[in-house]
């Protein structure tokens, strides 16, 4: 079964940058996509938010 289409906001505040990064994600992708895609668990990642856009 394929996963629906969904549109997500991430904002990444990452160590090494005084402001957070603002991109979007389109597609057949789940929150844990998501985080895999930006690397947010990685340790140079402060922290992190992601919203589901709905259309």
């Not at 990444?12 to 947010?40: C, N, Q, S, W």
């Amino acid at each position: 079964m394929s996963k629906p289409y969904r549109k997500w906001k991430v904002t990444i505040k990452e160590v090494a940058r005084e402001l957070p990064i603002h991109t979007e994600m389109h597609g057949p992708y789940d929150l844990d996509d998501v985080r895999e895609h930006f690397g947010l668990e990685a340790p140079d990642v402060e922290w992190y938010n992601i919203e589901e856009k709905k259309s």
